[in-house]
Every structure is written in C-alpha cells, then in structure tokens.
C-alpha cells in the first residue's frame, strides 16, 4: 500500500494550530467523505481520518502538523495528485490562520500606542 507523509512547520502555537486541524478535519468530513475523530492532548493532538481506501492521522503540536496516510490498491495509483491536494489545501489553512494572527498583533499593537 502505498504511504503519504506530509510534514508542515509552522509557528502558530497549539491553540491557533488546533483551529487549523479542526478546519482540516471539517473539509476533510464535508469535502472528502472522511470520517474524522479528534483527540486533544497537552503537547499534541491526533485527528484520525478513515474512509474506504484511505487511513490515516494527522498530528499537531505547537511548531507542526505531520499527515501519515496509507492508501489502498485503487487509491494507489492517484497517489501523486491525493498528495497534492493535501498540501495544497493545509497549506492555504496554514496561510490564512498565519495571516489572521499577524493582522491580530498589528491591531494589538496599534491599540497600545493610542
């Protein structure tokens, strides 16, 4: 079977970073028909995700997310482009949260000088 391992760094923090997993896992359920679990921990939270040909979990901690799936025999084969897909949708996740905390910290800092 072949595997995915997809590994993002980022320095977002756990709570911001959990939004961006519950928003994967989201799109992952609505978009993907995954079936999606969530389990939060101290340093680190684990989503399961599984669907018929698709098993895996995507684990995030303060400074990363790290994707292990393992797709089944016809999923195999698109293995490239179900790869892309999702760095390309964690990624634009990773971007948009990235955005909103920086745009956060310019209005905090701006409220400080007033």
């Not at 948009?96 to 007033?114: L, M, P, R």
Request: glycine content about 8%; some cysteine; hydrophobic content about 40%.
């Amino acid at each position: 079977m072949p595997d995915l391992k997809i590994s993002r760094q980022h320095s977002l923090g756990l709570p911001q970073a959990r939004k961006v997993a519950f928003r994967w896992a989201e799109h992952a359920e609505e978009k993907l028909d995954m079936s999606c679990t969530y389990e939060e921990g101290q340093s680190a939270d684990l989503v399961q995700f599984k669907r018929s040909g698709v098993d895996g979990t995507l684990k995030v901690t303060a400074s990363s997310f790290e994707l292990h799936a393992k797709l089944g025999f016809l999923l195999g084969a698109f293995k490239g482009k179900i790869e892309s897909e999702i760095e390309k949708n964690l990624d634009e996740l990773l971007a948009k949260s990235a955005k909103k905390s920086a745009d956060g910290a310019k209005k905090a800092s701006a409220k400080k000088k007033v």
